[in-house]
């Protein structure tokens, strides 16, 4: 199943702990199945040293993204807000994120998430970046915001999309965003597999979420970049093309939002 072209996995966490025993084994294995470039979103401000050793560390081939993860945002937003802005200043990030709406686990903060989104989307025009949003149960909001903020002026990629028909719908109508497709493509409840190929290849981008969202054959697994090639393979079969033009257009998706 490995394909002759590069591909680029652009959204993994390998800072995570679950890498801390094997990330050089976990490179090499992605390596041989021929992914070469690794895009990291951030999480919060405990992750930001985590991060960005990897980066520093494999700077070559991982990519650096900064921004606060809607799960993380709680009372103390605005403060975790201005530590993540000024690391802007600090080093060159290829995109705002992992930033977002999740309404799936706790409705707690909804209103402090909406006004760390619409900030982080202003980051995103300032300083001519693109997207990484998490949208979960969430998309009216997170289009709302788009819109109030100006999706004209914005970019980027709704990371994981798993939504309905009509969201899909609503996403290609974003002119300057693409989809992030991982394992969930490969599931059998996955029901978006039966209207993706509505998105021209031009929009979509492999990734894998890992160490998350594994996708078949090794689900019940830890993720990993490697398993990307079966994520390329399903949307070969969705589009009824062959693997190699579904990762050469990708990563030149990739490359072109991320400046890669």
């Not at 690794?38 to 921004?67: T, W």
């Not at 996708?215 to 398993?227: D, I, L, Q, S, T």
Request: aromatic content about 12%; overall charge negative.
């Amino acid at each position: 199943m490995e394909s002759c072209f590069m591909a680029i996995d652009t959204h993994t966490h390998l800072f995570s702990e679950e890498f801390d025993f094997d990330i050089q084994e976990t490179f090499q294995r992605a390596f041989e199945n021929g992914i070469r470039k690794f895009c990291i979103p951030n999480i919060d401000v405990e992750s930001i040293p985590r991060l960005k050793n990897l980066c520093d560390n494999y700077s070559q081939f991982c990519f650096p993204m900064m921004g606060l993860h809607p799960t993380c945002v709680k009372e103390n937003f605005e403060k975790d807000l201005k530590i993540i802005h000024d690391e802007f200043e600090k080093g060159r990030y290829i995109a705002v994120g992992e930033i977002g709406i999740d309404l799936y686990w706790d409705k707690t903060f909804i209103k402090e998430q909406i006004k760390a989104f619409e900030e982080q989307l202003n980051w995103s025009i300032e300083m001519n970046l693109p997207l990484a949003i998490h949208t979960r149960n969430a998309f009216p909001p997170v289009f709302e915001s788009l819109h109030k903020i100006g999706v004209n002026k914005l970019r980027g990629v709704f990371h994981s999309f798993g939504g309905r028909k009509d969201d899909l719908e609503e996403i290609l109508k974003c002119e300057h965003f693409m989809l992030g497709i991982n394992g969930v493509v490969t599931y059998k409840k996955a029901g978006f597999q039966d209207y993706l190929s509505l998105a021209p290849l031009e929009r979509i981008l492999l990734e894998t979420d890992a160490p998350y969202l594994t996708p078949v054959p090794f689900r019940g697994k830890r993720n990993e970049p490697a398993y990307i090639i079966y994520i390329a393979q399903k949307i070969a079969e969705i589009y009824n093309l062959p693997i190699d033009t579904i990762i050469k257009k990708t990563t030149e998706n990739a490359c072109q939002l991320f400046g890669i």
